[in-house]
T-cell receptor, first 113, second 117 residues
Framework: RKEVEQDPGPFNVPEGATVAFNCTYSNSASQSFFWYRQDCRKEPKLLMSVYSSGNEDGRFTAQLNRASQYISLLIRDSKLSDSATYLCVVNGAGGTSYGKLTFGQGTILTVHP | GAVVSQHPSRVICKSGTSVKIECRSLDFQATTMFWYRQFPKKSLMLMATSNEGSKATYEQGVEKDKFLINHASLTLSTLTVTSAHPEDSSFYIC?????????????FGDGTRLSIL
């Protein structure tokens, strides 16, 4: 089983659509969770951290379910500029793996007019 | 916000050449930096963890003699790809974790696109 698993997509949605991405992780001791976005041939950029209580940043909502080891990202009112690859990222347990980020394979989103 | 600078951004060189990539934290101190590699249409894969003043920790399957890492100061880590071959062509990205805020998200450099002919 992969440490971090995402549906690779691609997701093709019209502007204004709502789209949801899911992610599961295998290490129950993982400490922190993030969504990054990566544009073509660029470095990953932090989109938002993910908390158990759920958190929202504008059109973006992230949720974490530790019991199910499941992370989600919801994008509302999609914009053309949201087109990118969305990476689910998990920070490992303490000790030698502390600070080690494990990336999912990414979910490709294309928003079209 | 915190900035990580990576240099060079693009390298094209002949097979057998050694290539050095620098990763600098510009406005914070980083005791730990991470080196990733990303092949086309694949996710980032951690290669090694660079620790200031000590030896790097390599992930399974990554040759430490092939990918030399030096982290001589709190703001600079270097990755040297020795005797590079076409299969080493990839996108190499570093990230840094703040010494004073280890629980915060890591900051990534712009990446280095390496092409070996």
């Amino acid at each position: 089983r992969k440490e971090v698993e995402q549906d690779p997509g691609p997701f093709n949605v019209p502007e204004g659509a709502t789209v949801a991405f899911n992610c599961t992780y295998s290490n129950s001791a993982s400490q922190s969770f993030f969504w990054y976005r990566q544009d073509c041939r660029k470095e990953p950029k932090l989109l938002m951290s993910v908390y158990s209580s759920g958190n929202e940043d504008g059109r973006f909502t992230a949720q974490l379910n530790r019991a199910s080891q499941y992370i989600s990202l919801l994008i509302r009112d999609s914009k053309l500029s949201d087109s990118a690859t969305y990476l689910c990222v998990v920070n490992g347990a303490g000790g030698t793996s502390y600070g080690k980020l494990t990336f999912g394979q990414g979910t490709i989103l294309t928003v079209h007019p | 916000g915190a900035v990580v600078s990576q240099h060079p951004s693009r390298v094209i060189c002949k097979s057998g050449t050694s290539v050095k990539i620098e990763c600098r934290s510009l406005d914070f101190q980083a005791t730990t930096m991470f080196w990733y590699r990303q092949f086309p249409k694949k996710s980032l894969m951690l290669m090694a963890t660079s620790n200031e003043g000590s030896k790097a920790t390599y992930e399974q399957g990554v040759e430490k003699d092939k990918f030399l890492i030096n982290h001589a100061s709190l703001t600079l880590s270097t990755l040297t790809v020795t005797s590079a071959h076409p299969e080493d062509s990839s996108f190499y990205i570093c990230s840094a974790r703040s010494r004073t805020e280890p629980g915060q998200p890591q900051h990534f450099g712009d990446g280095t696109r390496l092409s070996i002919l």
